[in-house]
């Protein structure tokens, strides 16, 4: 009887990670500007109201050159 009991809840731990992984063969430039930013499909995404706002800030470690592309960006 324990023994069945650990099985099924490994069995049941198991079927609730429902986890998205992708490797780089997933990752493509675009879609929104061709050419920059490596991104991934998540076909279970919740799409997002057209009216959303996000306030984003983004902390890197060294500036770019003067002129020039931060390329800790991409």
């Known amino acids: 009887?324990?023994?069945?009991?650990?099985l099924l809840g490994?069995?049941?731990?198991?079927?609730s990670f429902n986890?998205?992984?992708a490797g780089p063969a997933d990752f493509s430039t675009g879609p929104r500007i061709k050419g920059f930013g490596?991104?991934?499909s998540v076909?279970?995404?919740t799409a997002l109201p057209a009216?959303?706002?996000?306030?984003?800030?983004?902390d890197v470690a060294e500036a770019g050159?003067?002129?020039e592309l931060n390329r800790r960006f991409d």
């Not at 009887?1 to 650990?6: A, E, K």
């Not at 490994?10 to 079927?15: D, E, M, R």
């Not at 009216?51 to 983004?58: H, M, S, W």
Request: proline fraction near 6%; aromatic fraction near 6%; charge should be positive.
């Open 51 to 58: 009216d959303a706002r996000f306030k984003v800030a983004f």
């Open 1 to 6: 009887m324990p023994t069945t009991r650990l």
């Open 43 to 45: 076909p279970a995404a």
């Open 65 to 67: 050159a003067a002129g």
């Open 38 to 40: 490596a991104v991934a």
């Open 19 to 21: 986890i998205a992984l």
């Open 10 to 15: 490994l069995v049941l731990s198991g079927l």
